[in-house]
């Protein structure tokens, strides 16, 4: 088998292998990779990972990326030390499902993707020489399950950014109280601020003597071990071949593309639900044909969603025959015909949000966050223009409730017990930085953070 290659969604840079679109993060072309193709796990595989546990699931589906890359036994080694936490899958009611992504050591479904991250970022750095600056833009997880992952590694400095308002105290916590190699900035703005902040700072020709990295979802290396848990749930919930639903609550959708991913690999997806919060582009383009992001984004209880315009959009059009720019612009449309067979997605409300989440609890006495009541309405709102039948479906939960217990208390009248994960971080004294949200400001800060590098 012939090692596999990386293309720019924009098309203007070469072709590259995974190491190297991992340890760049995004293409000069400012364009975001995607696989040249996509390596196929065939239904005989996929009923074999019924017996098999979860890091052991992993290991088979990334070693179809990593092929000429990692040797398998170190890719077996790295999954081992990756994956010592558990993938729950909670019965909501017949056919349906709850996948608890919230086991890590941040209690985040992020931590799927950075734990792993962390262990290629390592090797990938050893193999190469150097020291490499992961920049990441966080809208509330991200953050902190970078910080825990990279906290430590050896060559790796981590520069977090968060809008300082939209965040919740222990989200703000779980990566505030890191040091070492790790800084956080508070930005007085918006995550899309934010996100331009770093994406701006890949492109400068003033920064090119430091090398940047991404640990965001416009990195390769989050989105195909965020596809695992599709297989792993699929493996569990439905027979060889059946189609399965998964409701997954988006902001810069990258959870969703970890599920087109292993959709294109060869798992049976009858759909993916797609619903945002308030912030509803997609859902708008689905509709019309016509997109336009949300600027200024908007602050929304989901707070990891509050994103105007989703990076990973461009990876999604570019599965579907189209080319989006880093700006929003489609400069030749998608099959949108055959992206609306494939996908919904409805922009839930805040005021919904609530309601569901103690309609929810009140029904099924199973505790929610405004996340994952997020795909729980919009799978109630899919259901309701396409009965789902007999189709297993799997609501993905992506954060445990005590991220939010101010929110969660609101409705439910209690707040939720804090996982032991979370406990030590919250006690340490938090240490952050602060700007606003002025990419020279940015930039000077870089500039100093490296002097003499």
Same mark, same amino acid.
């Given at each position: 088998?012939?090692?596999?290659?990386f293309?720019?969604?924009?098309?203007?840079?070469?072709?590259?292998?995974?190491?190297?679109?991992?340890?760049?993060?995004?293409a000069p072309?400012?364009?975001?990779?995607?696989?040249?193709?996509?390596?196929?796990?065939?239904?005989?595989?996929?009923?074999?990972f019924?017996?098999?546990?979860?890091?052991?699931?992993? %290991?088979?589906?990334?070693r179809?990326?990593?092929?000429?890359?990692?040797?398998?036994?170190?890719?077996?080694?790295m999954?081992?030390?990756?994956?010592d936490?558990g993938?729950p899958?909670?019965?909501?009611?017949?056919?349906v499902?709850?996948?608890?992504?919230?086991?890590?050591?941040?209690?985040?479904?992020?931590? %799927?993707?950075?734990?792993?991250?962390?262990?290629?970022?390592?090797?990938?750095?050893?193999?190469?020489?150097?020291?490499?600056?992961?920049?990441?833009?966080?809208?509330?997880?991200?953050?902190?399950?970078?910080?825990?992952? %990279?906290?430590?590694?050896?060559?790796?400095?981590?520069?977090?950014?968060?809008?300082?308002?939209?965040?919740?105290?222990?989200?703000?916590?779980?990566?505030?109280?890191?040091?070492?190699?790790?800084?956080?900035?508070?930005?007085?703005?918006?995550?899309?601020?934010?996100?331009?902040?770093?994406?701006?700072?890949?492109?400068?020709? @003033?920064?090119?003597?430091?090398?940047?990295?991404?640990?965001?979802?416009?990195?390769?290396?989050?989105?195909?071990?965020?596809?695992?848990?599709?297989?792993? @749930?699929?493996?569990?919930?439905?027979?060889?071949?059946?189609?399965?639903?998964?409701?997954?609550?988006?902001?810069?959708?990258?959870?969703?593309m970890?599920?087109?991913?292993a959709?294109?690999?060869?798992?049976?997806?009858?759909?993916?639900?797609?619903?945002?919060?308030?912030?509803?582009?997609?859902?708008?383009?689905?509709?019309?044909?016509?997109?336009?992001?949300?600027?200024?984004?908007?602050?929304?209880?989901?707070n @990891?969603?509050?994103?105007?315009?989703?990076?990973?959009?461009?990876?999604?059009?570019?599965?579907?025959?189209?080319?989006?720019?880093?700006?929003?612009?489609?400069?030749?449309?998608?099959?949108?015909?055959?992206?609306r067979?494939?996908?919904?997605?409805?922009?839930?409300?805040?005021?919904?949000?609530?309601?569901?989440?103690?309609?929810?609890?009140n029904?099924?006495?199973?505790?929610?966050?405004?996340?994952g009541?997020?795909?729980?309405?919009?799978?109630?709102?899919?259901?309701?223009?396409?009965?789902?039948?007999?189709?297993?479906?799997?609501?993905?939960?992506?954060?445990?409730? @005590?991220?939010?217990?101010?929110?969660?208390?609101?409705?439910?009248?209690?707040?939720?017990?804090?996982?032991?994960?979370?406990?030590?971080?919250?006690?340490?004294?938090?240490?952050?930085?602060?700007?606003?949200?002025?990419?020279?400001?940015?930039?000077?800060?870089?500039?100093?953070?490296?002097?003499?590098?």
């Amino acid at each position: 088998m012939s090692t596999l290659l990386f293309r720019s969604t924009n098309g203007q840079s070469p072709a590259i292998n995974l190491r190297e679109a991992f340890l760049a993060g995004q293409a000069p072309d400012r364009g975001l990779y995607l696989p040249e193709r996509f390596p196929h796990i065939t239904p005989a595989e996929i009923a074999e990972f019924a017996g098999l546990p979860y890091r052991q699931v992993a %290991f088979r589906v990334l070693r179809k990326f990593t092929d000429g890359v990692i040797q398998d036994d170190a890719l077996a080694v790295m999954c081992d030390q990756a994956y010592d936490f558990g993938v729950p899958l909670e019965v909501i009611q017949r056919g349906v499902y709850l996948m608890r992504l919230d086991q890590g050591p941040t209690a985040s479904f992020k931590d %799927f993707a950075v734990q792993m991250m962390a262990q290629m970022f390592a090797r990938f750095l050893q193999e190469v020489g150097g020291q490499v600056t992961i920049l990441t833009a966080t809208s509330g997880d991200t953050g902190a399950a970078v910080a825990h992952a %990279f906290h430590e590694v050896p060559g790796v400095r981590v520069i977090v950014l968060f809008p300082l308002a939209e965040v919740s105290e222990s989200q703000r916590k779980l990566m505030t109280t890191l040091k070492e190699n790790v800084r956080t900035v508070a930005v007085d703005g918006k995550f899309d601020d934010c996100q331009a902040m770093v994406k701006r700072a890949f492109a400068d020709p @003033a920064l090119e003597h430091i090398h940047l990295s991404s640990a965001n979802s416009i990195n390769i290396g989050r989105l195909l071990p965020q596809s695992v848990y599709y297989f792993y @749930a699929a493996s569990r919930l439905a027979w060889p071949g059946q189609p399965m639903v998964f409701s997954i609550p988006s902001g810069n959708f990258g959870d969703m593309m970890g599920a087109v991913v292993a959709r294109e690999m060869g798992l049976p997806v009858r759909k993916i639900i797609a619903p945002v919060n308030d912030n509803d582009s997609f859902p708008r383009y689905l509709a019309s044909g016509s997109y336009e992001k949300v600027s200024p984004s908007r602050n929304s209880v989901s707070n @990891a969603m509050n994103v105007g315009h989703p990076s990973n959009l461009a990876r999604l059009v570019a599965v579907y025959g189209g080319h989006m720019d880093e700006t929003g612009k489609i400069h030749r449309p998608p099959d949108l015909v055959a992206m609306r067979r494939d996908i919904f997605s409805s922009s839930i409300t805040d005021e919904r949000t609530r309601t569901s989440l103690r309609e929810f609890w009140n029904k099924y006495q199973i505790l929610l966050e405004p996340h994952g009541v997020v795909a729980w309405q919009g799978f109630l709102d899919w259901c309701a223009v396409e009965p789902l039948g007999n189709t297993p479906a799997v609501i993905v939960e992506t954060a445990n409730p @005590a991220k939010f217990p101010e929110e969660v208390e609101k409705v439910v009248g209690w707040a939720p017990d804090v996982p032991a994960a979370m406990t030590a971080g919250l006690q340490m004294p938090e240490d952050y930085d602060r700007m606003g949200a002025d990419y020279e400001q940015f930039r000077a800060y870089l500039l100093a953070r490296h002097a003499g590098n």
